[in-house]
Nanobody, 124 residues
Framework: QVQLVESGGGLVQAGASLRLSCVASGLTFSSYTMGWFRQAPGKERDFVAAISRSGGGILPADSVKGRFTISRDNAKNTVYLQLHSLNPEDTSVYYC?????????????????WGQGTQVPVSS
């Protein structure tokens, strides 16, 4: 079975940094584009960032560009999201996702595989 397991979330103060991790199993990790989405309370799930199979291509959402960094370690089957300068508007459940679609097309993609999410509440 394919599993994506997020970790690293938790309550933080505004201005803080956090690193989220997602460990994948049950798939050939290096064959998949990986990405992150987030869903704020009462809102739709939004795209955050995606990274290509080799890590050489990155597509960030405009809302997080310059503050969040996506990376991956194929040897560890892990994708990361480094969060900086968090503010209460970033409060969301953050979801890891995997799909074979290329990175440049991920804005409109519904990924094949999803993790269960990790909560990042940001207090003011």
């Amino acid at each position: 079975q394919v599993q994506l397991v997020e970790s690293g979330g938790g309550l933080v103060q505004a201005g803080a940094s956090l690193r989220l991790s997602c460990v994948a199993s049950g798939l050939t990790f290096s064959s998949y584009t990986m990405g992150w989405f987030r869903q704020a309370p009462g809102k739709e799930r939004d795209f955050v960032a995606a990274i290509s199979r080799s890590g050489g291509g990155i597509l960030p959402a405009d809302s997080v560009k310059g503050r969040f960094t996506i990376s991956r370690d194929n040897a560890k089957n892990t994708v990361y999201l480094q969060l900086h300068s968090l503010n209460p508007e970033d409060t969301s459940v953050y979801y890891c996702a995997a799909d074979k679609q290329i990175t440049s097309r991920w804005k409109g993609v519904m990924p094949e595989y999803w993790g269960q999410g990790t909560q990042v509440p940001v207090s003011s």
